[in-house]
């Protein structure tokens, strides 16, 4: 069972940036897909970014141009960089992977995911 530890929440005001990350407990490199997602309060979950295993990176149209997702696989770690944070940011990020091909799901699909993290708290002040 692979580990997921995020970390880099906080609370920061609009027009502010953070750095989470997400270490895994296994060697990640050649991961068929690993990202983020977000949940708020009385929504549903969304996928945020993706990295897969050509590095190909994607984005919801809600983060494009602010939010850079990457992936140190020597340090078996992925980083989400967010800059010029919005409110509606607001959210419990969280990290997943997924080792393996896996078919039929795209990348913000929670399904395609076996590995999660626990979450990290993310808040942005107006």
Same mark, same amino acid.
């Given at each position: 069972?692979?580990?997921?530890? +995020?970390? =880099? =929440?906080?609370?920061?005001?609009?027009? =502010?940036? &953070?750095? &989470?990350?997400?270490?895994?407990?296994?060697?990640?490199? #050649?991961?068929?897909?690993?990202?983020?997602?977000?949940?708020? *309060? #009385?929504? +549903?979950?969304?996928?945020?970014?993706?990295?897969?295993? !050509? /590095?190909? /990176?994607?984005?919801?149209? @809600?983060?494009? =141009? !602010?939010?850079?997702?990457?992936?140190?696989?020597?340090? @078996?770690?992925?980083?989400? +960089?967010? !800059? @010029? &944070?919005? *409110?509606?940011? /607001?959210?419990?990020?969280?990290?997943?992977?997924?080792?393996?091909? !896996?078919? #039929?799901? +795209?990348?913000?699909? #929670?399904?395609?995911?076996?590995?999660?993290?626990?979450? /990290?708290?993310?808040?942005? @002040?107006?």
């Amino acid at each position: 069972q692979v580990q997921l530890v +995020e970390s =880099g =929440g906080d609370s920061v005001q609009a027009g =502010g940036s &953070l750095r &989470l990350s997400c270490a895994a407990s296994d060697d990640t490199y #050649g991961y068929y897909f690993m990202g983020w997602f977000r949940q708020s *309060p #009385g929504k +549903e979950r969304e996928g945020v970014a993706s990295i897969n295993s !050509r /590095t190909t /990176t994607t984005y919801a149209e @809600s983060v494009k =141009g !602010r939010f850079t997702v990457s992936h140190d696989a020597a340090k @078996s770690t992925l980083y989400l +960089e967010m !800059r @010029s &944070l919005k *409110p509606e940011d /607001t959210a419990m990020y969280y990290c997943a992977a997924q080792k393996q091909f !896996r078919f #039929g799901y +795209e990348w913000h699909d #929670g399904r395609l995911y076996d590995y999660w993290g626990q979450g /990290t708290q993310v808040a942005v @002040s107006s």
